[in-house]
Nanobody
């Protein structure tokens, strides 16, 4: 099983950017997928997750600015980010709990989002 993330890069404050992550491999089902981020010198933190049933969990710091969506058929989770702030600068990691033989947690390779102020 692999998680392949795309998107990221440099954006000006107030701008928008989207991240996408696709799971591949012998996956029986998706429990949930989402995004975490880690800023320099800080711990990794939840950004947003979404279950296969559509239930979302979004960090207070990004509510109203970030939107997460899941295409279960494509095994792809998207994160639409708007109103970006300098403090959103971080490495963003795709995360998924997938059932192969049993539920297991997987991480993508991380993609850097830099918001210039």
């Amino acid at each position: 099983v692999q998680l392949q993330a795309s998107g990221g890069g440099l954006v000006q404050a107030g701008g928008s950017m989207s991240l996408s992550c696709t799971a591949s491999g012998s996956i029986f089902s998706i429990n949930n997928m989402g995004w975490f981020r880690q800023a320099p010198g800080k711990e990794r933190e939840l950004v947003a997750t979404i279950t296969s049933g559509g239930t979302t969990d979004t960090a207070d710091s990004v509510k109203g600015r970030f939107t997460i969506s899941l295409d279960s058929a494509k095994k792809t989770v998207d994160l639409q980010m708007s109103g970006l702030k300098h403090e959103d600068t971080a490495v963003y990691y795709c995360n998924a709990v997938l059932k192969v033989y049993y539920n297991r947690n997987y991480w993508g390779q991380g993609t850097l989002v830099t918001v210039s102020s």
